[in-house]
């Protein structure tokens, strides 16, 4: 298993070619009959994309924009559909390290990620069916929504605080805090 610092390197090195890519504003804005269905599925023109190194590609060129989501090269930026998030976190392990705590994600791309105060777990519940809906920040506005999996994991990874009267579970990644939800009835 790599260490933390390796981890941490490479996201540094993945985060820093995305930034390139921030200052593309092409002239030319469309639409393209692309669809990332809400269980990270990629669709074009209604079939699944069959090749995932085709899905990294366009991962790559992705950029949200408010509530929209574009590819953007340097020629074009064409808007997609995304049912919930573009990506899912399907794998979470806890790493100690030097005295230190990371909660690492894997995507169902590949990318992986760790909680801290840049990348942070956030979770909803759903009004209709109470049931979380657990996300954490990747990068630019960009979220992965954790799976079932994975959240039930990062549970077992979780601690009961108590705050203002209600328990709560809580992880702990790279110093930073992050609530689950509450356990109270």
Not at 9 to 19: C, K, L, M, R, Y
Not at 27 to 42: L, P, T, V
Not at 119 to 141: C, F, K, N
Request: proline residues 3%.
């Amino acid at each position: 298993m790599p260490d933390l610092e390796q981890i941490l390197a490479d996201i540094h090195n993945s985060e820093t070619s995305q930034a390139a890519r921030r200052d593309w504003n092409p002239g030319y804005q469309g639409e393209i009959d692309i669809r990332i269905a809400d269980d990270g599925s990629w669709y074009h023109q209604g079939r699944r994309f069959q090749r995932d190194s085709l899905v990294r590609l366009f991962a790559g060129i992705l950029r949200r924009e408010q509530d929209d989501y574009f590819l953007v090269t340097p020629a074009e930026k064409l808007r997609i559909e995304v049912e919930d998030a573009p990506f899912v976190a399907t794998l979470v392990e806890r790493i100690e390290d030097g005295g230190r705590q990371a909660i690492v994600f894997t995507t169902n791309i590949g990318e992986r990620i760790v909680a801290d105060g840049d990348h942070r777990i956030r979770v909803e519940v759903d009004a209709e069916s109470g049931q979380p809906r657990p996300y954490v920040h990747l990068r630019d506005g960009l979220e992965a929504l954790i799976s079932r999996g994975a959240f039930f994991d990062l549970a077992n990874f979780a601690e009961e605080r108590q705050r203002d009267g209600s328990n709560y579970l809580c992880v702990t990644s790279l110093d930073q805090t992050f609530d689950l939800g509450t356990t109270d009835e």
